[in-house]
Every structure is written in structure tokens, then in C-alpha cells.
């Protein structure tokens, strides 16, 4: 089992001056933004389903900024101000998904 990496690895020194390795599991790490790898707002790693994520649109994917730059793209698109293909093409798959709804 200490095989896995999920296992965080310390050295120790013994009080008789040995080397060990002592195993932690590791705690989970913090949701970051799709878009620009920020840590996602309003989230706690401890607790149920509803304290990991947000009920927002794009909620526990998606930064708030992100969320409301693809919005503004999205509505854009629908509205023929602007192409498809002038949308990022990290912002593209989100837009899509917007007006897939
Ligand atoms: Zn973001």
C-alpha cells in the first residue's frame, strides 16, 4: 500500500538516529478554476456534496470571473454580435455548453 502516491512521504530521524519514512495520506487538494487555475471561492474540503461546490452555473468549475466572462460570450454569440470561432479555445467548450442549454 505505500506504494501509492496518495500517501504523503516525511523522513524522520529516530531518537536512535535512524532514517525512517513515515506515510500520511494526503488531504484533498482545493478545486481550481478550468480557465485560469485560481482557487475556486466558496468552497470547503470538509462536509457534505453541497459545502464542496457552488449552485452557480459552471459551480465548483469555473471561477466567478471566468463564470461571467463566458456568460457575456455566450450571450454575445446568441445574439450574433460575435462568431463562435473569435471565442477563446479554452472559453469555446464552456460557451458551448452555455448555449447548449
Ligand atoms: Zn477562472
Redesign the pocket.
Known amino acids: 500500500m505505500h506504494r501509492s502516491r496518495s500517501f504523503r512521504r516525511a523522513q524522520r530521524v529516530t531518537s536512535s538516529g535512524r532514517k525512517v519514512i513515515h506515510y500520511r495520506r494526503a488531504k484533498p487538494a482545493m478545486p481550481h478554476?478550468a480557465?485560469?487555475s485560481?482557487e475556486l471561492n466558496g468552497i470547503s474540503m470538509n462536509g457534505g456534496r453541497s459545502r464542496r461546490t457552488n449552485s452557480r452555473v459552471f459551480g465548483g468549475v469555473?471561477?466567478a470571473?471566468?463564470t461571467a466572462e463566458v456568460i457575456k460570450l455566450g450571450s454575445r454569440v446568441e445574439q450574433g454580435e460575435m462568431k463562435l470561432n473569435d471565442v477563446g479555445i479554452k472559453r469555446r467548450a464552456y460557451v458551448l455548453q452555455l448555449l447548449a442549454h
Do not use: Q, R
Request: aromatic letters at 0%.
Open positions: 478554476c480557465i485560469c485560481a469555473l471561477c470571473k471566468c
